[in-house]
């Protein structure tokens, strides 16, 4: 069983910056799995922000177009942590953030990240103007 644990939410102005973090544990290898990061704001249905899969076989990262070229994720293997580093940030980018992963066979398409079967409990990011 994969828990995942985020950190690094908070309040910033638009235009600041932010990079969450997500410490996994109870799994074998990162390679092993599709990971990614969804978002939820209030009175919306949870979005896909970015997927990513990386192992022997393909590298790919999927990002939602309302990031891409904002946010940025990777993995620290030693460390066992998924970071999304989240730059030039908008009031629109305030929810709640959650990692999630899922084994593989699997998509790392941002669309898919909601639906993943483990995922942790999340952060407030709050973005004001």
């Known amino acids: 069983q994969v828990q995942m644990v985020e950190s690094g939410g908070g309040s910033v102005q638009a235009g600041g910056s932010l990079r969450l973090s997500c410490v996994a544990s109870g799994y074998t290898s990162f390679s092993k799995y599709c990971m990614g990061w969804f978002r939820q704001a209030p009175g919306k249905e949870r979005e896909g922000v970015v997927g990513i899969v990386n192992n022997a076989w393909t590298r790919w990262t999927s990002y939602a177009d309302s990031v891409k070229g904002r946010f940025t994720i990777s993995q620290d293997n030693a460390n066992s942590t998924l970071y999304l580093q989240m730059n030039s940030l908008k009031p629109e980018d305030t929810a709640m953030y959650y990692c999630?992963?899922?084994?593989?066979?699997?998509?790392?398409?941002?669309?898919?990240?909601?639906?993943?079967?483990?995922r942790g409990q999340g952060t407030q990011v709050t973005v004001t103007s």
């Open positions: 999630a992963a899922t084994g593989l066979p699997c998509s790392p398409d941002y669309s898919r990240i909601s639906s993943y079967n483990f």
